[in-house]
């Protein structure tokens, strides 16, 4: 049963939606005041403004963490009626409000090491950049590969997920090949532990990224946050912010973090190579570089994500 300040929530992030389609990454909350929401003229963000600051001030305090959560959470739904409002931030300013989160610049000295080293890893001619070509065509499957490939991940991933956290007997991710997306792979949260992942075949499918992409998308990643959040925290305790997930705010940080690390929790110390050796590559015919080499040239490519942060 939610309180007046669940109901209230859930309202306000439900007709932000209307001014801003795809604000809310997954709705779980009562699908009558969603109808009822949508049925119902759209209101000015002004309006909204003064909606948001009510709750503000009303709060739940009782549970600290759950207090300082919803600070983070209504300070960015109060930005982005802001900016719906008309008004702007500096880039810096907008990134601290909505995300709770300093960006900050990495060292571009980094960058050049990895360069090094990838450029003393990869065999052949041509340029730095030619070889990675070669090396991702290397691992790309084939369309009709994809799909038992990714049923093997799902259950390597779901297993080793399940011997650490309690997941329902009946949580379950339905797998997609989709096109025409403008990401490479997205979960899709429909509650009642159930998840929808579609996979890109417009973009390059590489069977050395395979298992870390269901890591992150579904077993510890998005998948297992979203069923364990739903069960423990809007199912169990009715918290509202819980039931709208939004993809302009500090929660959007928490999953991403929690997405990113997932294969690194499921396969500590690196142990998604050799399972990635033995059952996805050889199993599609792909003749694997020596795994000692695959680790290093993974340690340099993940020194380059911060590339495209800096630019």
């Given amino acids: ?13 439900l007709e932000i939606e209307k001014h801003f389609p795809g604000y809310i990454d997954a709705y779980l909350g009562p699908p009558t005041l969603k109808a009822q929401v949508n049925a119902a003229p759209k209101r000015p963000p002004a309006a909204l403004l003064d909606d948001c600051a009510a709750l503000q001030v009303d709060m739940p305090t009782a549970d600290a963490t759950r207090h ?24 810096l300013e907008e990134v601290a409000r909505l995300y709770d989160i300093q960006p900050a610049l990495t060292d571009e000295a980094l960058f050049t090491a ?26 790309e499957l084939q369309s ?13 991933c779901r297993h080793r997920t399940r011997r650490i956290v309690d997941l329902p007997a009946d949580e379950d991710i339905e797998i997609r090949l989709v096109s025409q997306q403008p990401w490479s792979a997205y979960n899709w949260f429909l509650g009642h532990g159930r998840s929808l992942i579609e996979f890109n075949t417009d973009v390059p499918i590489s069977a050395l990224g395979l298992l870390g992409t269901f890591a992150h998308e579904g077993y510890p990643g998005h998948h297992t946050e979203g ?31 929690i997405a990113t690390t997932a ?49």
């Fill in 1 to 13: 049963m939610t309180t007046p300040f669940d109901q209230a929530y859930l309202t306000l992030t």
């Fill in 68 to 91: 300082a959560y919803l600070t983070a959470m209504l300070r960015a739904v109060e930005t982005t009626l802001r900016l719906l409002n008309g008004e702007s931030f500096g880039y």
């Fill in 114 to 139: 990895a360069h090094g080293e990838l450029d003393a890893l990869l065999p052949g001619g041509g340029s730095l950049a030619e070889r990675m070509e070669a090396r991702r065509k290397r691992y």
């Fill in 144 to 156: 009709a590969q994809v799909l038992p490939l990714l049923e093997r991940a799902r259950e390597a």
């Fill in 227 to 257: 069923t364990l959040k739903e069960m423990a925290l809007w199912r169990a305790r009715g918290y509202g912010e819980q039931a709208s997930f939004l993809l302009h705010s500090p929660a959007a940080v928490i999953a991403e973090g």
């Fill in 263 to 311: 294969l690194e929790i499921i396969f500590p110390d690196e142990t998604d190579l050799a399972w990635t050796v033995e059952n996805l590559l050889r199993p599609a015919g792909i003749s694997p570089e020596p795994i000692a080499q695959m680790k290093r040239i993974a340690h340099a490519g993940r020194a380059l994500r911060g590339v495209s942060a800096n630019a």
